[in-house]
C-alpha cells in the first residue's frame, strides 16, 4: 500500500520531534496487543500536533509500515469530537 500524496505532504511538513514522540507512542501502543485509537497515544502525553491532519497522516504511515491494522470504530472519547466515530488499531503480530 503506497502513501497518498496529501498524506506524504503532511508527514513531510510535520515537526521531526513531534512525529518521532507520536510514532514512538504508537508503537507502544501496538505492542500492547489491544485495541487503540489517535487520544490513546495523546493521553500517553504526545501533545495534539499543529494540525489535526497529522494524526491521519502518523496512523497511515504506521499502518503502510506493517506495525497496525485496522481493528474497527469506537465513539471518540477525545474532547471536542462531540462522540463522533474513530478507527481503532491493534498492533500486528
Known amino acids: 500500500m503506497s502513501t497518498a500524496p496529501g498524506v506524504q505532504l503532511a508527514l ?40 489535526p491532519n497529522r494524526w491521519g497522516a502518523l496512523f497511515r504511515a504506521a499502518h503502510t509500515a506493517g506495525l497496525i491494522e485496522p481493528a474497527g470504530y469506537t465513539q471518540s472519547r477525545r474532547p471536542g469530537r462531540a462522540g463522533g466515530l474513530c478507527r481503532t488499531w491493534v498492533g500486528r503480530r
Do not use: I, K
Not at 15 to 20: A, E, K, P, T, V
Not at 25 to 41: E, H, I, K, Q, S
Open 12 to 51: 513531510d511538513n510535520a515537526d521531526d520531534w513531534w512525529l518521532s514522540v507520536a510514532m514512538r507512542a504508537l508503537r507502544w501502543l501496538a505492542d500492547a496487543g489491544t485495541p487503540f485509537a489517535a487520544y490513546d497515544v495523546t493521553e500517553l502525553g504526545v501533545p495534539d500536533p499543529d494540525s
